[in-house]
């Protein structure tokens, strides 16, 4: 499944300002222009990272940034501040790794809110690290249901990408950007028509279909698209 809040599926067209509050990274999306003087989201990239027990930092001068997804001392990343800038989305695979880390999340829904729990012990993810409210920390820009994961990263107010709320699951960090785009995970899935409504189950067992875990009517999910 993905891990939606650091995989390149956040990348939207446009201005962007990447830029530090004293030792604290920011990074501010949907500007409206190059003077990034008015943008749609603000996420606090230090709190993210500690939240998942590593360190995103700006150097004293606040030139340059630093990121330790391991939170071991050592940045595997860095580079010279850019503040506002257009990003074609072209080349955005530089960042997209840098805060996974291996093991156990859990991502759930408590109301509205998107909350993700890493550093899981086990398959079970009943003991897990500190647990981040995505919806604060992106302003607002991933909300969910029991069953679905809504991300409108360009502040339109239409989710762009909407999936399955994964749960309990296992991130190896091995291949975070084939699945960002649109939510899919290998494995069977059965599409069919219920009347005039798209229907469609995933993480089915085999090619029969016979048993699947996940059902979702398209129709609804879509307002009829």
Known sequence: ???????????????????????????ETGCDDSTCGSCAFSIDYTEVFAAFGG??????????YYFD????????????????QYNDCSDDDSTSSSEC??????????????????????????????TVDMTSLTGGAYVCDDTILNMDTDG????????????????????????DDDGCSPGYQNVYCDGTSVMVQNDCDDDTCGSCDQLFDYTALTDGE
């Open 156 to 179: 339109d107010g239409d989710p762009d990408v909407s999936q399955a709320m994964p749960g309990c699951y296992y991130d190896d960090c091995s291949d975070d950007d084939s699945t």
């Open 101 to 130: 880390t291996v093991g156990y999340r859990n991502m759930y829904c408590d109301g509205t809110s998107v909350m993700m729990q890493s550093a899981c012990e086990d398959d079970t993810c009943g003991s897990c690290g500190p």
């Open 69 to 84: 997804s391991d939170g071991d001392g050592t940045a595997e990343q860095s580079g010279t501040v850019p503040g506002c």
């Open 55 to 64: 360190q995103s930092y700006c150097d004293s001068s606040g030139s340059m």
């Open 1 to 27: 499944p993905t891990m939606a809040p650091s995989d390149s599926s956040d990348c939207t067209v446009g201005y962007e300002n990447l830029y530090c509050d004293g030792t604290s990274l920011i990074s």
